[in-house]
C-alpha cells in the first residue's frame, strides 16, 4: 500500500526566498510529491500512475507541461530514467470529482487534515481536536511515508516548502 505524502507550501516564504526565480508554488509541490512517489516506488520494486483533480484548462495545461517535463528530464534529484522506470506514463492523468476514482476519494478526505496538521506543526499553534485530528494520528502512527533507516517522517512524508 502506498504511503502517505503532504507537501504544504509557504507562498509568501516562497516569494520572499525566491525575489527573481519563481517556480509556480502548485507545480513547485506536485515536483515534491512525484520525487517522493517515484522514491517509494524504487523501495518497493512497482509501478503507478500520477493522478490529479482537474482545476481549469489552462493550469491543467501549464501543469501537464510541468509534469512532462520532470518525466522527461527529472528532478535535480532523481535522474529521467529513474522516474521513467516508474512511473507508467509521461503524461499525468486527470479525473474530476464526478469520477468518483476511490483513490482521489481516500486523497480528498485526508488532504485537508494532513494540510492542517502540517501548517499547525510550522507555526507552533496544535491542530484543534476532530476527526481531522484522528485522521492525521493514523497518518503519523502507520501511513506517513518515513525514512527507511531514521524513519524519520519529515522530508519524507511531511515537506514544508518555502
Request: charged share 25%; aromatic share 10%; net charge positive.
Amino acid at each position: 500500500m502506498q504511503a502517505t505524502n503532504t507537501v504544504l507550501i509557504d507562498k509568501r516564504a516562497h516569494v520572499d526566498k525566491y525575489t527573481v526565480w519563481h517556480y509556480n508554488p502548485y507545480h513547485y509541490c506536485m515536483r515534491a510529491i512525484v520525487e517522493r512517489y517515484v522514491l517509494w516506488l524504487k523501495r518497493h520494486g512497482e509501478t503507478g500512475d500520477v493522478v490529479a483533480e482537474p482545476r481549469y484548462k489552462k493550469v491543467d495545461k501549464k501543469l501537464k507541461a510541468s509534469f512532462q517535463y520532470i518525466y522527461r528530464h527529472g528532478t535535480e534529484h532523481i535522474p529521467p530514467e529513474l522516474i521513467q522506470r516508474h512511473l507508467t506514463s509521461h503524461e499525468i492523468k486527470f479525473e474530476p470529482k464526478a469520477a468518483n476514482v476511490c483513490g482521489l476519494q481516500l486523497v480528498d478526505m485526508i488532504a485537508h487534515p494532513s494540510h492542517q496538521a502540517l501548517k499547525a506543526k510550522s507555526s507552533g499553534v496544535p491542530m484543534k481536536p476532530s476527526f481531522g485530528s484522528r485522521v492525521v494520528e493514523i497518518l503519523l502512527r502507520s501511513r506517513y511515508a518515513r525514512h527507511p533507516y531514521t524513519r524519520v517522517i519529515d522530508g519524507w512524508g511531511q515537506k514544508l516548502l518555502p
